[in-house]
């Protein structure tokens, strides 16, 4: 099903919101609670695929080739596929380019391997900022690229969506591909983070 940038939410999701909003009048759910489970696949369950994805092409040099040239088929070979993430492109991150993923528009957001979007990635400043000052944005994020490397800013939409491969910390050389996906933060596969490094 296409997302388009113009058309109101579907049904769906207003149906959803209505409900929510009755539950939450009616005293059956606790908004904090409700909050607490999408955080759950904001940040936890949702990005676990992706740090599967990024892990596999750090572990094995011919899937990260199939990875750039052609992330959907690449990424359906783990099992992810589906709505949201029909056209995957993934940018690698090297010495020389960091990429950063926003939608400009909207939300759009790889839902098969990301989860749902934080609300930051939503919010207007972050939309409109991150293509103005990268850097400046970044910084915020407490990532601070260095003046030598290139920032790339690339602007999801309804027909395409992006997935950043992180570059492997240095001094995993010994962790299996499990513990590599570990370290595989949510907003290092969107450009604001980097990976983890191993205590
Ligand atoms: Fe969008």
Not at 83 to 106: F, P, R, S, W, Y
Request: net charge negative; aromatic share 6%; charged share 25%.
């Amino acid at each position: 099903m296409a997302h388009s940038h113009t058309a109101p939410p579907p049904p769906i999701a207003l149906r959803v919101k209505a409900i929510e909003s009755l539950l939450v009048e009616k005293k059956l759910i606790d908004p904090d609670a409700l909050a607490a489970v999408i955080d759950l696949y904001e940040r936890k369950i949702g990005p676990r695929n992706g740090a599967k994805v990024i892990a596999r092409a750090w572990v094995d040099p011919d899937y990260k080739q199939r990875l750039l040239d052609d992330g959907s088929a690449a990424i359906a070979e783990l099992g992810f596929s589906g709505a949201q993430g029909e056209h995957m492109i993934v940018l690698e991150n090297t010495d020389k380019v960091h990429n950063v993923v926003v939608c400009t528009l909207c939300s759009c957001y790889p839902w098969p391997v990301l989860g749902l979007p934080p609300v930051w990635y939503k919010s207007a400043p972050y939309r409109s900022r991150v293509v103005m000052e990268p850097r400046e944005v970044l910084k915020e994020f407490g990532l601070a690229i260095p003046g030598d490397v290139e920032v790339r800013v690339w602007d999801s939409n309804a027909e395409l969506r992006y997935l950043v491969l992180p570059q492997r910390p240095k001094g995993t050389e010994g962790l299996s591909e499990d513990e590599l996906a570990e370290l595989v933060t949510r907003d290092s596969m969107i450009g604001t983070g980097q990976p983890v490094y191993p205590s």
